[in-house]
């Protein structure tokens, strides 16, 4: 709430993705030798329309275009499909586009939609059950749909009937982690953090030992961003969830930021404010912006992912601006016995869904498959140049024509690049993205390339990504509990809300409000429609349960 294939004949390694006449496609070839036509080709060729977006990262060689490329003549030569684009937009342009072919009910075979154009799709009739489609699908794609949880799949569903195909996304992976820089710890003499006391404690000295030796009184404990999306990681040290549906002690839903746990975070966040260990300008500096002190060296912790990034500012920019720079990640820490759980929003993106009048509903499934096994599955440095990113630094991968995510990519990397530290793996044993993380990380503990700094923090010995595989391994996550299109009161009141209570807590924080503030705002949320929605959202969840 708060937001690359397949073989074609020419390659001299490809692997087979042979579609069976039931649709199931068959795993990839495990020495890359050239396969025969698939059986289940369509023959006549299958015309498949859809839409899609200018993609600016792909250079299109001589006589390509967004009808005619790597991915589409790989779909003809396999698959027998032929896919067309009636209309290729900048991506700002999308929505509005759709919109209007919703209204004239006149769509492609199948298309990308977003939550709200999905539930006018399904109440206008113009979309199908995907269900027996689905059951024919392979085992690679229902393994990629269903590796986040079964919240994706369920969220597809209406009244049982699987409606659309679920864009799943990495939202796992997006889980915040503790990033603390240990070149000041060692410098200060601290121990490393295992309570969220310890992190307090850490902030202070952060802010008063002028931990960059400069002499001055300019550096800060904790980044804090006037989103509040870098205090996730925080209040969920205090068990407490920003912008996401919980479940109480009586099963029933409820608004996190409006919870009692949030009233002791802020109390927390209000003191370490008024102490000065938090940057006094943070109330007008959005995530991006108050990254760029931590990229200036003057803070010391943030929560962010588990790679690094704040704000799309990385740890590596520390490091190119200061070598000395040191950052370690931490798992989220407790402020008592129990453990801190990470919130993690629903898995899904978008749907992909298929017109009601479209006789080969199976093919789009055919297509999925073939995204899974080149983008995920594929262990060819050929086919990876050819279809995923090329040496040249085209990213071909964008023209893929429907994808989805795996929940945890980056925690099986670094699951399988550690093997081979460990031994248990070979590097031939690895996909071309695993051996390039390895590589990368040789270079930086072997042969000191600075450049690779944060590539060693996130997938080495102690990487960030190990932590997202503890938290997966331990069952931690905090999932937000409502995965479905916006409640009638929510489509008209939700933006309301969320300012209101953005405002609320920012003054809080900020001293300009007491904390009792905090309960004022929880009546008001609450009166403004925050009571209808609740009990839209907990007649939804008594519905799917």
Not at 32 to 44: L, M, V, W
Not at 248 to 253: C, M, N, P, S, V
Request: hydrophobic residues 40%; aromatic residues 10%; proline residues 5%.
């Amino acid at each position: 709430m708060r937001k690359g294939a397949l073989l074609v004949a020419a390659l001299s390694v490809t692997w087979l993705a042979a579609c069976s006449s039931d649709g199931k496609s068959a795993a990839p070839s495990a020495q890359g030798s050239a396969s025969a036509a698939p059986a289940g080709k369509f023959n006549p060729p299958l015309e498949v329309t859809t839409v899609t977006t200018i993609k600016p990262a792909v250079k299109f060689p001589s006589g390509d275009d967004y009808d005619n490329n790597v991915w589409t003549r790989a779909y003809l030569d396999n698959y027998g499909i032929k896919l067309k684009n009636l209309w290729v937009v900048e991506a700002g342009q999308k929505d509005q586009k759709t919109n209007l072919m919703i209204t004239s009910g006149d769509l492609p075979d199948y298309l990308e939609v977003n939550g709200v154009q999905f539930k006018q799709l399904i109440d206008a009739g113009l979309i199908q059950d995907l269900s027996d489609a689905y059951k024919g699908a392979s085992d690679s794609v229902k393994k990629i749909l269903t590796e986040g949880g079964p919240k994706p799949l369920q969220a597809a569903t209406v009244n049982g009937k699987l409606m659309g195909i679920p864009f799943t996304r990495n939202t796992k992976e997006a889980a915040q982690i503790l990033w603390v820089r240990t070149d000041w710890l060692q410098k200060l003499n601290l121990p490393e953090p295992k309570t969220m006391d310890d992190v307090v404690k850490i902030a202070e000295a952060f802010a008063t030992k002028d931990p960059d030796g400069n002499g001055k009184q300019d550096t800060y404990g904790l980044l804090l961003d006037n989103t509040l999306v870098s205090a996730k990681g925080f209040m969920n040290g205090y068990h407490a969830y920003l912008d996401i549906w919980t479940k109480d002690a009586a099963g029933k839903l409820a608004f996190s930021s409006t919870l009692p746990e949030m009233k002791t975070a802020l109390q927390k966040l209000q003191d370490m404010y008024k102490a000065g260990w938090i940057d006094p300008e943070f109330a007008v500096k959005d995530f991006s912006k108050a990254s760029e002190s931590m990229a200036a060296g003057k803070i010391g912790m943030f929560f962010g992912d588990s790679s690094g990034s704040s704000g799309g500012i990385s740890i590596q920019t520390v490091r190119d601006n200061d070598p000395k720079a040191n950052f370690k990640g931490y798992p989220l820490l407790s402020v008592d016995s129990k453990p801190a759980q990470p919130q993690i929003e629903s898995g899904v993106l978008s749907y992909w869904v298929v017109n009601k009048k479209f006789k080969q509903p199976q093919a789009v499934f055919q297509l999925l498959d073939f995204w899974v096994k080149t983008f995920y599955e594929n262990k060819s440095d050929d086919i990876e140049d050819k279809f995923i990113s090329s040496k040249d630094g085209n990213q071909p991968w964008y023209l893929n024509e429907i994808a989805a995510y795996r929940a945890l990519r980056n925690v099986d990397i670094y699951v399988h690049v550690n093997e081979v530290f460990d031994g248990k793996k070979k590097p031939e044993d690895l996909t071309p993205a695993e051996r390039g993380a390895l590589d990368k990380i040789k270079q930086f503990t072997e042969k000191g390339e600075n450049k690779f700094f944060s590539m060693n923090a996130a997938f080495g010995k102690e990487g960030g990504r190990g932590i997202v595989n503890n938290y997966n391994t331990k069952n931690l996550f905090m999932e937000n509990e409502f995965y479905t299109t916006a409640t009638p009161t929510m489509a008209d009141k939700w933006s309301t809300l969320l300012k209101m209570e953005n405002e609320a807590m920012i003054k809080i924080i900020s001293g300009k409000s007491p904390i009792d503030e905090f309960d004022k705002f929880v009546a008001s949320w609450k009166q403004t429609g925050g009571d209808a929605v609740t009990k839209e959202v907990n007649d939804w969840h008594a519905s799917v349960k």
